[in-house]
């Protein structure tokens, strides 16, 4: 009993590590002030850089819609298109 406790502790640690990554910035480079990235695990949301310093700030994009990162906008679902992602110059 205590190994799958011990096993599934484990297994919830390793889903926070990864998600809590996600491609978020961490904005610690003055060119990423600004600008939006995509988030790896939801289409329907991205990263904002507000603030030099900061971590990026999780945002929704309006219902119906996801983030095409290509245009740096959200789009209507049935104009999404999958392209590969890459991760902001500094990782949060």
């Not at 919830?12 to 998600?19: L, W, Y």
């Not at 996600?22 to 060119?31: F, T």
């Not at 990263?47 to 219902?63: I, Y």
Request: aromatic share 10%.
């Amino acid at each position: 009993m205590k190994a799958i406790f011990a096993l599934c502790a484990i297994l919830a640690a390793i889903v926070v590590a990864v998600n809590a990554d996600a491609g978020r910035s961490a904005c610690q480079d003055e060119i990423e002030v600004g600008q939006t990235y995509p988030h790896h695990f939801d289409p329907a949301k991205y990263w904002l850089c507000e603030e030099l310093n900061k971590p990026a700030t999780e945002v929704d994009c309006p219902t119906g819609l996801a983030y095409m990162h290509i245009l740096k906008e959200c789009i209507p679902w049935a104009s999404y298109v999958w392209k590969k992602l890459e991760n902001p110059p500094t990782l949060a």
